[in-house]
């Protein structure tokens, strides 16, 4: 069983940055597609962005284009989202997420239906307000 491990969440005011970071102790990410997922109070968990195998193609939430960047540092057997110019409607819950099989180097990934991700975080909360 693979287990994931988000950091860096915190409180910001609006316009501020965050670096999220997701490992997996005993697990090597870089044979892992990894999605970062969200969920707001009394809404439902969303998908925000992911990066296929090793260093595969990424995909972004149009809520967030422009603003936030997954990355993999495989050196550091890490993946990144670095989110800037955040605002109230960035706050929640932050998850990451890891698959194996479908998102190749080669497969664009996504992040629905959420049933394709099979292993899961226990999150990290991002705060945004003034």
């Known amino acids: 069983q693979l287990q994931l491990v988000e950091s860096g969440g915190d409180s910001v005011q609006p316009g501020g940055s965050l670096r999220l970071s997701c490992v997996a102790p005993?697990?090597?990410?870089?044979?892992?597609?990894i999605g970062w997922f969200r969920q707001a109070p009394g809404k439902e968990r969303e998908g925000v962005s992911c990066?296929?195998?090793?260093?595969?193609?990424?995909n972004y939430a149009d809520s967030v284009k422009g603003r936030f960047t997954i990355s993999r540092d495989n050196a550091k057997n890490t993946v990144y989202l670095q989110m800037s110019s955040l605002t109230p409607e960035d706050t929640g819950v932050y998850y990451c997420?890891?698959?194996?099989?479908?998102?190749?180097?080669?497969?664009?990934?996504?992040?629905?239906?959420?049933?394709?991700?099979?292993?899961w975080g226990q999150g990290t909360q991002v705060t945004v307000s003034s």
């Open positions: 005993g697990g090597i990410l870089a044979h892992y597609a």
């Open positions: 990066i296929g195998t090793t260093s595969g193609r990424t």
């Open positions: 997420a890891a698959e194996a099989l479908i998102f190749t180097t080669q497969v664009q990934c996504r992040m629905e239906p959420q049933s394709l991700w099979t292993y």
